[in-house]
């Protein structure tokens, strides 16, 4: 990865997450907050009819719609679909965009604090994970790297490089000033980053940092129907990144019948019970903690 | 009042509060969890379109038609306007209720723990709220008795006697254990305590209890275009039913600048920065704390 020339920080991508719908609108006002000496950086609004009708979507998610193969799909013309594809042509197209870096500004309802989610592991972003930690004692670091660029559905991914900020926990529609002064902070670090890696003047960094790697999704008991019979264990409600072992309590059925969780390795559980993902009855995702190197 | 003979118990009259919504269907696969010696009980489903849809309501809030005047306007038409009139034909009418006492099961984003909600401080009341502090030791009480019930446009406001149950934190379109169980265990307390009343078997009860009274209702702060220019204050995040004094710090502008409370009482904030009531702009219900005297 050479030099960063230009970041877009996208806000918005689900309507009813508030923080970087609010983060764009301070910026557009005063530009000169994340403007930097080394590269440009533009704003754009991801999803403005899911948050005009107050809603994640209005017919299906836009961050999942940015595999090549569905931007190039004519046949997928749903508002978001058509979105993704404006989206693409303005930052993209992906493969061969415009923009290097896209930054995309997420809330969950989970007690994930401020999490930065990478793609992929490569210098750019593992020196930037390295430095993020150094900045911001919070910060946790999430990988996502089971799929390639090409073929991740995430918004960001059409970038060179592409980055979720992911900041809870936040109800729905609401917002919460903790919440948005995690995400502004972050999303500065971020831009302080990009400019010293465009300058090769970075400070010092450690050989390399703790992360939670992306390993599977849980999902809510359900019957035979498909009917949800269980929800979340009280006793993980809130605890995501904390460590969940084998034999420990998951579910409580609505019988009052407690799951256990039989797994053979050290799972951190994360985006517990995120309201979005009852739509597909996900209960949470497992990460494998680890150590990754820094790529010099 | 004599003896209540009949109770109804109402989930889901917002539809992505979804405590209620689960309880409704677990009472009603065993009824003889909510059944009593001394009176009936039924349950409704409040708003099932909105639950469909994954929103509070369709058209208007349900929980805000329940006025004689908007029950007997046939020109209010609409889903919710609809369903009101429905809902007081089968349970009500207002003035002349089938049903002696409606128990109205809610959540809210804000912090507000296991609240119960009294619109009026008569014998009934004031005896249930000094049992069930008796019973539950983090219950809250607060009282919106500032119109007569005639004028309440709540749901609840069409029995002899109602109640609303409130129970958060929760996210919209979330199910949280400790939430359903706190909402669980106070409708049985209510239960309980009526099965008690009728049969005049109380236990001795305190002769006073403490109580939230609403005073006012804040706004977010907004420029002259109605615009929102700022958000609850992280100091005060969370921290519902805890005293406020004039001077404390209340809301951020988005220019960073603090905002503080002029206020000349010992106010108690809550409804602290709820979801749903963004749509106007609504930052906080303030209550002063105060001892009501249990009516024999």
């Known amino acids: 990865m050479g030099k960063i ?24 006002q005063s530009p000169e907050l994340i403007s930097r000496k080394t590269f440009s950086t533009e704003t754009l609004f991801g999803n403005p009819n899911g948050y005009r009708d107050n809603k994640r979507y209005l017919d299906c998610d836009l961050n999942r719609q ?21 989206i693409n042509q303005h930052l993209g197209p992906k493969g061969d965009p415009r923009i290097d870096l896209v930054i995309d500004l997420h809330n969950t309802t989970s ?43 995430f918004l960001c991914s059409i970038g060179k490089q592409g980055l979720i900020v992911e900041i809870g926990p936040q109800p729905q529609s609401v917002l919460r000033q903790d919440v948005l002064d995690w995400m502004d902070e972050m999303t500065q670090h971020i831009l302080d980053f990009v400019d010293l ?9 450690p050989a390399s940092f703790t992360a939670y790697r992306y390993h599977e999704t849980l999902k809510l008991p359900m019957d035979e129907a498909g009917e949800r019979i269980g929800m979340v264990h009280k006793s993980i409600q809130d605890a995501d990144f904390t460590l969940l072992k084998n034999g420990d309590p998951i579910f409580t059925l609505f019988t009052g019948e407690e799951v256990c969780w039989q797994g053979d390795y050290e799972a951190y559980p994360h985006f517990i019970n995120e309201a979005a993902y009852y739509d597909n009855n996900l209960a949470m995702s497992l990460a494998k903690k680890v150590e990754i190197d820094v790529i010099r």
């Open 111 to 153: 007690n994930m604090g401020p999490t930065l989610i990478l793609l992929q592991l490569d210098a750019f972003n593992t020196q930037l994970a390295a430095y993020l930690l150094e900045k911001m004692s919070e910060a946790i670091i999430v990988v996502e790297d089971q799929v390639a660029m090409e073929d991740h559905f």
């Open 5 to 28: 020339n230009t970041a877009a920080i996208v806000g918005g991508t689900h309507g009813n997450e508030f923080s970087g719908i609010y983060l764009l609108k301070k910026w557009d």
């Open 197 to 205: 890696f465009n300058e090769k003047s970075l400070p010092e960094l």
């Open 66 to 86: 940015f595999t090549e193969k569905d931007l190039a799909d004519p046949q997928l013309m749903n508002y978001e679909q058509s979105r993704a594809k404006a």
